[in-house]
């Protein structure tokens, strides 16, 4: 069985620029959730999409989007790029019954200059 | 929002040495989950713990979660040098419906084990 994939897995961006990253779940899965990891910060939720629907959103900009398609890949976008958006952004697919527990990709490092 | 506290931040050992790293907060979850994350990866899922004073081992990792469901453990026995990562913690809160799960994470504590 596949994992979860994400791509890219690097990207260096301008500030004021937008960028979209993308996610595969593992197949089955039909929620996916997307965090932001820094040194500073840990681990934040962004959002989290099941059957195309935003189910739960974190504490973020509106300049940070995402969307759901109908074969449960997501994309996520970040608009108006700021120096402070260079991270680690993280996809975790889950099984709707398994406990909420989550199955990371390898992330997509985004550095803004 | 439920806040995950974990200790230490940091912890640098050598092989052989046992440890234990904690992850506590004061609100009760529905579950807790443990992740190891190596550099340049994502995290990678250990273990779940669900019941109140729970013990599951993973060859030389036991994990405990307390039996009011707010705190957790995780000990290593014998540390090796492919235990280094960062350890994460996660409680999961659901909705009333009990299907719809939110992971909050701790910030970690990073683990470097030297030969």
């Known amino acids: 069985k596949a994992g979860v994939t994400q791509t890219p897995r690097y990207l260096i961006k301008t500030r004021g620029q937008q960028v979209t990253l993308s996610c595969s779940p593992i197949?089955?899965?039909?929620?996916v959730s997307w965090y932001q990891q820094t040194p500073g910060q840990g681990l934040q939720f962004l959002f989290e999409y099941f059957s195309e629907t935003q189910r739960n959103k974190g504490n973020f900009p509106g300049r940070f989007s995402g969307r759901q398609f109908s074969n449960s890949r997501s994309e996520m976008n970040v608009s108006t790029l700021e120096l402070g958006d260079s991270a680690l952004y993280l996809c975790?697919?889950?099984?709707?019954?398994?406990?909420?527990?989550?199955?990371f990709g390898q992330g997509t490092r985004l550095t803004v200059v | 929002t439920q806040l995950l506290e974990q200790s230490p931040q940091f912890l640098s050992i050598q092989e052989g040495e046992n440890l234990t790293v904690y992850c506590n907060s004061s609100?009760?979850?529905?579950?807790l989950q443990w992740y190891r994350q190596e550099p340049g990866e994502g995290p990678v899922l250990l273990v779940t713990?669900?019941?109140?004073?729970e013990v599951k081992k993973l060859k030389r990792l036991t994990f405990q979660f307390g039996d009011a469901r707010k705190d957790s453990s995780l000990h290593i026995t014998a540390a090796q040098t492919g235990d280094t990562g960062l350890y994460l913690c996660?409680?999961?809160?659901?909705?009333?419906?009990?299907?719809?799960?939110?992971?909050?994470f701790g910030k970690g504590t990073l683990l470097t084990v030297n030969p």
């Open positions: 975790a697919s889950s099984f709707q019954s398994t406990r909420g527990e989550a199955f």
């Open positions: 609100s009760v979850f529905s579950s």
């Open positions: 713990v669900v019941t109140g004073g």
């Open positions: 197949s089955g899965h039909r929620s």
């Open positions: 996660a409680g999961a809160e659901t909705d009333s419906g009990g299907s719809n799960y939110k992971l909050t």
